[in-house]
């Protein structure tokens, strides 16, 4: 009888995203292909206003799971090779000398830090964003720490992201090994973001003893391997290679191409993000774009934000239509460019790029003709100038630059309107991709480049053909309505600032 024959094992890798709401994990072959995703839901804490926090041994417990239910989701003969983490940025674990946890994980929403965090610009601005690049975040929240609490002040050891701390947990590391990835490091507001090192002059400034900031390492270092414990609860082999990890935005940035210079990625999640890949890094000190490192050595990404963007659509599709998604979308695809004279201000929580705390959410120029299709399209529009805006404001900082075309992902690329919208804008494609499409994506190639087996820039990860559902071309015929009406945004907002800071104080006077 002829010998059966055995399928050769499928080589792959493992991605696993520490978000704010769940984590996720992904099981992808070597060649790009996904074999298995699974999501595990997770509780942020808000016990008072401003607080924003979880237990961190609920980011290692969902850890577990979601990669045990994905490696259960994958074929029965992948071999996985290789395991990296991403995390949520900006927020912080503080560990004692024996790496127990001394503090809550202290998220990136949380406030209470806000003014140890103006009292440290105020001190030290132009340095903290020059080598930064952006505002601190973790800094801020050490400083309130040691301040408020002498006793948690003599404990503290290490101060770590929830991906630095979860990969740690997995291999056995000690505090004293304890990582921080270059791609999430300036969120710290110590990191000389050029050069790659930890700046000991600004840590101290922020209130950031030195002897507590981790390890700094490449995304694609190989940091430990899994211990047996670990691997026995998420069903990965024992001794697998954990690479040093990566942030969430900047594995998603990954994932959808952002490996060149000009290539653009387009998040439309809770809130709006607009990366523009650039070589390089630069700091911009006047109209307030992020600076972030990208796991390509050499490379960083542009970044305009908005707050609240995802839950601002929501308001108003629930307040116009009963939550008719569908039904606004058809209404503002009839409508010309302008909505027909009617403008908006989607900054329900204030302006973020650039910093402009006042100001509050605006609908101007509709009459008894206007229907929520006019507010609906409205609102898609101004968010497309912004976009606009933050793309003018990075070309004054590199020149050279080229906007090619634009990758979206999260809830927002869900609205085709608002892709033709800012293609027509921008007059470059918008590509949606597909919904795998994500920061466990990026991790998974962060671990298959730790391991050997694939480049960050790997054709078969990015092929369009692979990660792209739709592409939507801009019409040019729209480019001189649409440069007209961002003139008259630019000519508002001088107006507006004024009416925006006598609200504020009224807003004050009343809380």
Known sequence: MPRASRRTPIEAVAGCDLGTQSTKAAIVALDGRPLG?????VDIVRPRAGWAEQDPRILEESAYEAIRQAVAAAPVDTRIIALAFSGQMGGAIGLDVSGQTVTPYESWMDTRADGDRAEILAAHAPAILAANGIIPFVGPRVRRWRREDAALASRLARVVAPAGFVAARFIGASQAEATCDRTQANLFGCLDARRGVWDVALAEATGLPPALLPRLVDPTDVIGRLSPEAAARCGLPSGLPVAGGIGDGTAGWLAAGGITPGACIDSGGTSLSFAMTIDGFTAD???GLTCMPSAIAGQSYLIGFTTGTGMT?????????????DCLEASGLRLPVGSAGVLAVGHLHGRVTPFEPDVRGLFLGFDESTTPGHFY???????????????????RLVPALQIR????????ARSLLWLQIKADLLGVPFARMRPFVDATRGAALVAAAAAGAARLDEPAWHASEAIVDLTVQPNPVHRP???????????????????????????????
């Open 285 to 287: 000190l006047e109209t």
């Open 405 to 412: 075309s634009a990758a979206s992902v999260s809830g927002g």
């Open 377 to 395: 399209r409205s609102l898609l529009e101004a968010l497309a100038v912004e976009i606009g805006e933050w793309v003018a404001g990075a070309r």
């Open 313 to 325: 659509h929501r308001w108003l599709t629930e307040l116009l239509a009963g939550g008719d998604y």
């Open 481 to 511: 309505a649409y440069d007209h009406l961002a003139g008259t945004y630019r000519g508002l907002k001088p107006l507006l600032a004024p009416v925006f800071a006598h609200l504020a104080t009224h807003r004050l006077k009343g809380s």
């Open 37 to 41: 995703h699974a999501s595990v839901a």
